[in-house]
């Protein structure tokens, strides 16, 4: 079992910055995948980013795509979504889900991740 646990939610203003955190315990996850999903009101989950934890490799969604960053401190057992530039449309339930799968990329479906922490709200306002 893994246990993940967001943090760093808040409200910020349009064009201003967030760094929002998924720290991970529980069973080994060195071969797995991490992946931030947000959810906006009335609306689908979306995958935003994701990172294999043992090799780095990483994937955007065009929509976050040179706005948003996301790393790993693996000595915290921890990854970050760093978000820049926020506009009112990034406003959603954001999410940090591990895919126990080993792969050389980070895929973008939401059935490939099995465990998912609970969720961290982000509100940006016009």
């Known amino acids: 079992q893994v246990h993940l646990v967001e943090s760093g939610g808040g409200l910020v203003q349009a064009g201003g910055s967030l760094r929002i955190s998924c720290t991970a315990s529980g069973r080994t996850f060195s071969s797995f995948a991490m992946g931030w999903f947000r959810q906006a009101p009335g609306e689908m989950r979306e995958f935003v980013a994701a990172v294999t934890w043992s090799s780095g490799n990483i994937v955007y969604s065009d929509s976050v795509k040179g706005r948003f960053t996301i790393s790993t401190n693996k000595a915290k057992n921890t990854v970050y979504l760093q978000m820049n530039s926020l506009n009112p449309e990034d406003t959603g339930v954001y999410s940090c889900?591990?895919?126990?799968?080993?792969?050389?990329?980070?895929?973008?479906?939401?059935?490939?991740?099995?465990?998912w922490g609970q969720g961290t709200q982000v509100t940006v306002s016009s």
């Open positions: 889900a591990a895919d126990p799968k080993s792969r050389t990329t980070p895929v973008r479906g939401t059935a490939d991740y099995v465990y």
